[in-house]
């Protein structure tokens, strides 16, 4: 796929496994999170969001955990599936009025079945 | 709804040629983005509109880009004369500011080639 990059981060995994993919932002006054899901020729697909008054976020298999203090972002999905696989991208933007998203360098996942 | 539309899905060109891309943002957006991804340097912004109005066009590589936004359900990307560089992946992207989320839905990009 179009995202794939040379250095890009890789996680492989077992199907039925949980999955924890990582995050580190820079941007200390981002108040702002989105995880987007990549798959091969696709545009970015979201995922889930956090906001900064929160520390954890869930919905269906996928929760975000956030820690404002080493300004980490994490994925978790729950029942790794095949067709999980995908390129992953966090991104960060602020909540006070609107701004533009910062987008990671992703992570590749890799579901084996 | 048919989500945001980009035209031509693939695009193979020589350098010099102008390329033109194109995106129909889902209607009802007042925001569209438009972003480049390669594999070095990821997936950039290169300028956003509001209401139709261009806000930020510091991604912007150069002059030979230049972006339109003519009317609230359409927009191009225009790279004249394009160079074997610019050849990546263009992104367009849209949302609105009215549903308290920043979520941007994208499109299925345009894989862009210069020869």
């Known amino acids: 796929g179009e995202s794939v990059g040379l250095h890009l981060p890789t996680l492989s995994v077992q199907e039925g496994d949980n999955s924890i993919i990582n995050c580190a932002y820079s941007?200390?006054?981002?108040?702002?999170f989105i995880w987007y899901k990549q798959e091969s020729g696709k545009g970015p697909q979201f995922i889930i969001d956090?906001?900064?008054?929160?520390d954890k976020r869930q919905g269906q298999r996928v929760t975000v955990l956030l820690n404002k203090t080493v300004k980490h972002l994490s994925l978790q999905i729950a029942a790794t599936q095949p067709g999980d696989s995908a390129v992953y991208f966090c991104a960060e933007g602020m909540n006070s009025g609107y701004s533009t998203l910062t987008f990671g360098k992703g992570t590749m996942l890799l579901v084996s079945p | 709804d048919a989500g945001v539309i980009q035209s031509p899905r693939h695009e193979v060109t020589e350098m010099g040629q102008e390329v033109t891309l194109r995106c129909k943002p889902i209607s009802g957006h007042d925001y569209l983005f438009w972003y480049r991804q390669t594999m070095m340097r990821g997936l950039e912004l290169l300028i956003y509109f509001n209401n139709n109005v261009p806000i930020d066009d510091s991604g912007m590589p150069e002059d030979r880009f230049s972006a339109k936004m003519p009317n609230a359900s359409f927009s191009t990307l225009k790279i004249q004369p394009s160079e074997p560089r610019d050849s990546a992946v263009y992104f367009c992207a849209s949302t609105t500011s009215g549903r308290g989320s920043y979520e941007q839905y994208f499109g299925p990009g345009t894989r862009l080639t210069v020869t």
């Open positions: 941007n200390s006054a981002s108040d702002y």
């Open positions: 956090i906001r900064s008054n929160m």
